[in-house]
């Protein structure tokens, strides 16, 4: 099950087809220590309140500890029922793409060949969205996956499947661009471009992208405005952040953030660097040997 949308699509396509229907919790971990001694100001996101609770995250590549959001708490308490019952140990990283996340919690991936398609797999329930605006996916940040909004229109998380995001540097650019799948749905729905959007659908369904292609720079045109509002929106901040932390902003308003990681990020980092198979699975096994919960 591919949970996770790794860019945004083109915007002709997404428009008009689519539309169709074993660190130490108080350590100071390398990637923090090099933000901390830069010279200008730390945007490093991987501290967390005393009252997170910490999980040690014990991998065959090295040890992670991860800080769970009370306020999350539907996603933060499952997490911890998860971990304490022993259900994430022996679990894989099996999806895994650089620059952008590492994916586990597929109880299927335990022993799993290296051939089994992996990713459709769960405790057999989901957790009710949780999703907030206030909590991005700056790199570090722990979400939950989910299946795609057309069979999940809620938004509800897999049970037991998790991401912890890498990303990348988010300059003005591209974070506007992570704006337009947003800025278009506010588009879609106002009754005053509903045929604007009908002739795009039109042109998409008949072949003729000569059409498509001057009705894809009207929507442009107007959604200028629209994602110029949304970004102006955003808080400093968290502009700042992603534009020197890093992370995925197109995955924002999407995905429940429940956590983050606070130490091994050399781990996060030599996961994400794992050659990977064509389904995006390490070629190399890695697992989570042990998860428990510290406080």
């Not at 999940?152 to 988010?170: D, E, H, L």
């Not at 498509?212 to 442009?220: D, G, M, N, P, S």
Request: with cysteine.
């Amino acid at each position: 099950m591919k949970y996770i949308t790794r860019i945004a699509l083109p915007l002709a396509l997404l428009c008009f087809s689519a539309c169709n229907n074993g660190s130490d919790s108080k350590s100071t971990d390398s990637a923090t220590a090099t933000a901390q001694q830069s010279t200008g100001p730390d945007y490093s996101d991987s501290t967390a309140p005393e009252n997170w609770t910490r999980v040690s995250i014990k991998t065959t590549v090295g040890d992670m500890v991860l800080a769970l959001n009370p306020e999350q708490k539907q996603h933060s308490e499952n997490f911890i029922k998860l971990v304490n019952s022993g259900f994430y140990n022996g679990v894989l990283f099996h999806r895994v793409i650089k620059d952008f996340m590492v994916q586990s919690g597929d109880p299927k991936s335990k022993g799993a060949a290296p051939t089994a398609q992996l990713g459709d797999g769960g405790p057999g329930y989901t957790v009710p969205s949780e999703i907030k605006s206030e909590y991005r996916h700056f790199r570090g940040a722990l979400s939950a996956a989910r299946q795609s909004d057309d069979i999940n229109p809620m938004k509800n998380s897999s049970g037991s499947q998790f991401f912890i995001v890498t990303g990348t540097k988010v300059p003005e650019a591209q974070y506007k661009q992570a704006l337009e799948t947003i800025a278009f749905e506010l588009f879609r729905k106002d009754p005053a471009n509903a045929e604007t959007v009908r002739n795009g659908q039109i042109m998409s369904q008949s072949g003729n992208m000569a059409g498509l292609r001057a009705i894809e720079l009207e929507v442009k045109e107007k959604m200028n405005p629209i994602i110029e509002k949304l970004y102006a929106e955003i808080p400093d901040i968290d502009k700042k952040r992603y534009a020197n932390w890093g992370g995925a902003p197109n995955l924002d308003n999407n995905y429940t953030v429940f956590g983050k990681l606070i130490s091994g990020y050399h781990v996060l980092s030599a996961i994400e660097n794992q050659p990977t198979n064509m389904q995006d699975r390490p070629t190399r096994d890695i697992a989570i040997i042990e998860a428990k919960v510290l406080n």
